[in-house]
């Protein structure tokens, strides 16, 4: 099997996009849930979480505060799991519970 980063997004910053406790509650219920299924399957190779806040140093070397203020979707956490290729590796994204409010799942092949 290979190994797959999954960066997960959404947007963060817009208020009216933001679930109310009672669906945030049931959202990381979800999340749990997947984390417990890929790790029981023996997918799980490494777990992160980021914060909303961050830094970006440009080609100029200027230290920015990030992510970009002209764009909402934001790096939520990221995973990376075992597949045998991409195609299992797009199934696996499409079950993650971020989808669900509208966000996305990025994939990368570690070489």
Known sequence: ???FLLVFRRDFKDKENQPS???LQEHFEKWHAWYD?????GRIVLRRRWDGEGLVVNAQ???LNGPYAE???TIGGAV???ATDYEEAAELAKTVPILEFGGNVEIRKAL
């Open 21 to 23: 406790p009672e669906q």
């Open 80 to 82: 990376i799991i075992r």
């Open 1 to 3: 099997m290979d190994e």
């Open 61 to 63: 070397k200027t230290v």
């Open 37 to 41: 299924r890929m790790t029981a399957e």
């Open 71 to 73: 764009i909402k979707e």
